[in-house]
């Protein structure tokens, strides 16, 4: 079993800046590959990145490649998503997952693909 918590989040002008964190309980955090998605008003729940247990592989959706950077501590059973030039469609309700599995191809983009998930922090971009 892993709890997760995000925390982070909060208001911010186009071009800013925030870095959310995710806090997991459990002894087998490093047994999880981690990833972030994001669900804006009206909108699905949408991939946004992902990094393997070991943090050597990342995965970013394109509408954030270049912008988000995933990283994680091991040590602090942390997860991280920086996130610079920020803009106003970036707002949203930012979750981070646990997923336990691999799989090939794309499936890690589902949200299917994850076995835990934090309550999410809030992101919003102004104008």
């Known amino acids: 079993q892993v709890q997760l918590a995000e925390s982070g989040g909060g208001l911010v002008q186009a071009g800013g800046s925030l870095r959310l964190s995710c806090a997991a309980s459990g002894r087998t955090f490093s047994s999880y590959a981690m990833g972030w998605f994001r669900q804006a008003p009206g909108k699905e729940r949408e991939f946004v990145a992902t990094?393997?247990?070991?943090?050597?592989?990342?995965y970013y959706a394109d509408s954030v490649k270049g912008r988000f950077t995933i990283s994680r501590d091991n040590a602090k059973n942390t997860v991280y998503l920086q996130m610079n030039s920020l803009k106003p469609e970036d707002t949203a309700v930012y979750y981070c997952a646990a997923r336990i599995r691999y799989y090939s191809g794309s499936y890690f983009m589902n949200e299917n693909a994850y076995d835990y998930w934090g309550q999410g922090t809030q992101v919003t971009v102004s104008s």
């Open positions: 990094i393997t247990w070991s943090g050597g592989h990342t």
